[in-house]
């Protein structure tokens, strides 16, 4: 089994900064594309950023020349830094990954969720 924990949101204020980290743990062979959603009250999951293991990565357009995703390998974790945070970025930042486990091949898991509030 495979446990996606995720850390780093909270409260902040329009135009401040935060980090999300994601690590994975468990039993698997390696861990392929990575990412971040968000959901906001009454709106439908979206993808915000995702990156590959080899680091090739993609942005929604609303967090395009603000958010970072990035991700170390040996330590099983992908990061997302958000700067220049607006209210409309008030979410709950969801971590996914693809994970290629030992004897069942290829399979996507969720984190809990971590809440990020934009707020003055």
């Known amino acids: 089994q495979v446990q996606l924990v995720e850390s780093g949101g909270g409260l902040v204020q329009p135009g401040g900064s935060l980090r999300l980290s994601c690590a994975a743990s468990?039993?698997?062979?390696?861990?392929?594309?990575m990412g971040w959603y968000r959901q906001a009250p009454g709106k439908q999951r979206e993808l915000v950023a995702s990156?590959?293991?080899?680091?090739?990565?993609v942005y929604a357009d609303s967090v395009k020349g603000r958010f970072t995703i990035s991700r170390d390998n040996a330590k099983n974790t992908v990061y997302l830094q958000m700067n220049s945070l607006k209210p409309e970025d008030t979410a709950v930042y969801y971590c996914?990954?693809?994970?290629?486990?030992?004897?069942?091949?290829?399979?996507?898991?969720w984190g809990q969720g971590t809440q990020v509030t934009v707020s003055s």
């Open positions: 468990g039993s698997f062979f390696s861990i392929n594309a």
């Open positions: 996914n990954a693809d994970v290629l486990e030992y004897y069942t091949g290829t399979s996507n898991y």
């Open positions: 990156i590959t293991r080899g680091g090739n990565t």
